[in-house]
T-cell receptor
Framework: DTGVSQDPRHKITKRGQNVTFRCDPISEHNRLYWYRQTLGQGPEFLTYFQNEAQLEKSRLLSDRFSAERPKGSFSTLEIQRTEQGDSAMYLC??????????????FGPGTRLTVT | AQKITQTQPGMFVQEKEAVTLDCTYDTSDPSYGLFWYKQPSSGEMIFLIYQGSYDQQNATEGRYSLNFQKARKSANLVISASQLGDSAMYFCAMRGSIGSQGNLIFGKGTKLSVKP
């Protein structure tokens, strides 16, 4: 078990460019979450997958954001036409779909995006 | 709506002493879970401890314990015998039983600094 991995760890892009991040969850986990964390704040929920189905999207996820999880394995988060306000740490987490409130989410190391 | 409040932006503690990090929450869910995560400067969120709303006893995990006062809606984290490696951001989080699909709601965090 290698834990949740994210790639890249850091991304610097110019405003208006598109960026894509990847998350590889723990292999047997069927739930996958994306969060965004800005400086001085706690993580904020963006979206959630159970297997390949995207079941919930936060209002924070504007039309410029899209996430996929083909075949229920890794996930990608794409931001189109990036804005300076998109600068943040993007965290991915995975968990087992046990239906229990106590089900722990395991987080990856995050991708830090800087939009210049 | 669910909300987590952490009122201490920063805390200092002497090495080997105990420290309490405050967390209050607001929810109308009849059943919910409370989590504490540690985030070192490397960025990864590390799960520390969990408390269920119907648990009869306060949770403990090694040097971490949770002072859960349901009537006051507080879930304070107590770290005993602080170590230099405990210096990090600490986040309190909550998951409800209704409508949240399992995503966590985080507070703004407390930055703990352990002094030698």
């Amino acid at each position: 078990d290698t834990g949740v991995s994210q790639d890249p760890r850091h991304k610097i892009t110019k405003r208006g460019q598109n960026v894509t991040f990847r998350c590889d969850p723990i292999s047997e986990h069927n739930r996958l979450y994306w969060y965004r964390q800005t400086l001085g704040q706690g993580p904020e929920f963006l979206t959630y997958f159970q297997n390949e189905a995207q079941l919930e999207k936060s209002r924070l996820l504007s039309d410029r954001f899209s996430a996929e999880r083909p075949k229920g394995s890794f996930s990608t988060l794409e931001i189109q036409r990036t804005e300076q306000g998109d600068s943040a740490m993007y965290l991915c987490a995975s968990s087992l779909s046990s239906g229990e409130i106590s089900s722990e989410q395991y987080f990856g190391p995050g991708t830090r995006l800087t939009v210049t | 709506a669910q909300k987590i409040t952490q009122t201490q932006p920063g805390m200092f503690v002497q090495e080997k002493e105990a420290v309490t990090l405050d967390c209050t929450y607001d929810t109308s869910d009849p059943s919910y879970g409370l989590f504490w995560y540690k985030q070192p400067s490397s960025g990864e969120m590390i799960f520390l401890i969990y408390q269920g709303s119907y648990d009869q006893q306060n949770a403990t995990e090694g040097r971490y314990s949770l002072n859960f006062q349901k009537a006051r809606k507080s879930a304070n984290l107590v770290i005993s015998a602080s170590q230099l490696g405990d210096s990090a951001m600490y986040f309190c989080a909550m998951r409800g039983s209704i409508g949240s699909q399992g995503n966590l709601i985080f507070g703004k965090g407390t930055k703990l600094s352990v002094k030698p």
